[in-house]
């Protein structure tokens, strides 16, 4: 069946690092791509998605590319701030069937 | 924009004992819900689909006798965890659609940290 796979957290970055959060996926079709953010205390939220390949989804700063040559969609940002930490799900969705979510990446930023 | 509203955020409660979860849709009627399930550092995975005045459709593996979950109304849904044992300590959150058509997205509740003990 179709999975996600994300890299391990906690991630602990200095404020103004860069940020990459890898995701792999394996999957039937041409599934949608997402990256949810998880702020402390609240629901998962979209954060930003791509619907195909080559598509790149972006917001708040954050950005990842829909690759299907090598079925990733890594989120990255350039310069993290404190209120970034939270906890970072990837996730897919084939046309019309539900969501397969990556187990999650906890993100902390130190000031 | 659209809030599922989860409660309680976190209940700790005895072997045996039932718990029950409610989500709510603030804003919008939510005629479809799903219940997730989290164990740790693992995915979320879709326990059940809700629909609103209809019994529930649960994925493979999940007891519905155990997790019973009502979608009584268009804004309330709930799940409850019947004689919960310590295995049934987990996260538990819902999603609702929103939206129409093509024109649609997902919203989900803030999630519920079950322990048993």
């Known amino acids: 069946g179709d999975s996600v796979t994300q890299m391990e957290g906690p991630v602990t970055l200095s404020e103004e690092a860069f940020l990459t959060i890898n995701c792999t996926y394996t999957?039937?079709?041409?599934?949608?791509l997402f990256w949810y953010v998880q702020y402390p205390g609240e629901g998962l939220q979209l954060l930003l998605k791509?619907?195909?390949?080559?598509d790149k989804g972006s917001n708040k700063g954050f950005e990842a590319t829909y690759r299907k040559e090598t079925t990733s969609f890594h989120l990255e940002k350039g310069s993290v701030q404190v209120s970034d930490s939270a906890v970072y799900f990837c996730a897919l969705r084939n046309y019309g069937q539900n969501f397969v979510f990556g187990p999650g990446t906890r993100l902390s930023v130190l000031p | 924009g659209a809030v599922v509203s989860q409660h309680p955020s976190r209940v700790i409660c005895k072997s045996g004992t039932s718990v029950k979860i409610e989500c709510r849709s603030l804003d919008f009627q939510a005629t479809t819900m799903f219940w997730y399930r989290q164990f740790p550092k693992q995915s979320l995975m879709l326990m059940a689909t809700s629909n609103e005045g209809s019994k529930a459709t649960y994925e493979q593996g999940v007891e519905k006798d155990k997790f019973l979950i009502n979608h009584a109304s268009l804004t309330l849904s709930t799940l409850t965890v019947t004689s919960a044992h310590p295995e049934d300590s987990s996260f538990y959150i819902c999603s609702a659609r929103t939206g129409r058509g093509s024109d649609y997205g997902y919203t989900f509740g803030s999630g519920t940290r079950l322990t048993v003990v």
């Open positions: 999957a039937t079709g041409y599934p949608s």
């Open positions: 791509a619907t195909k390949a080559d």
